[in-house]
């Protein structure tokens, strides 16, 4: 099982990144796929997350109207496009697979994590 995240890197306030999950070893039309971010000297936070089948998607409310998610069932990649950039999202943002969007973002009983990427956002 592998997910690797790409697309991080630094901007200035106000700007945007993709970042990108490519998932292989599983059944990716199977899972729900979601971002968590973690921050120097703070907790593991969930960022976003797509399910599969309906494709619901849920975001924390710090990114609601900036970041979207969408997953591509075909590539097996899941996106997420962050826009409106704030220095308070510098953060390394992993993405997880598993069976349900609940639990991943309501039991945090995600099956499988990839490495992450970094982002950076300078005021």
């Known amino acids: 099982v592998q997910l690797q995240a790409s697309g991080g890197g630094s901007v200035q306030a106000g700007g945007s990144l993709r970042l990108s999950c490519a998932a292989s070893?599983?059944?990716?039309?199977?899972?729900?796929i979601g971002w968590f971010r973690q921050a120097p000297g703070k907790e593991r936070e969930g960022v976003s997350c797509?399910?599969?089948?309906?494709?619901?998607?849920w975001y924390t409310d710090s990114v609601k109207g900036r970041f979207t998610i969408s997953r591509d069932n075909v590539q097996n990649v899941v996106y997420l496009q962050m826009n409106s950039l704030k220095p308070e999202d510098t953060a390394v943002y992993y993405c997880?697979?598993?069976?349900?969007?609940?639990?991943?973002?309501?039991?945090?009983?995600?099956?499988?994590w990839g490495p992450g990427t970094q982002v950076t956002v300078s005021s």
């Open positions: 997880v697979a598993g069976v349900s969007l609940h639990a991943i973002v309501v039991a945090d009983t995600a099956n499988y």
């Open positions: 070893g599983f059944t990716f039309d199977g899972y729900a």
């Open positions: 797509i399910n599969s089948g309906n494709g619901r998607t």
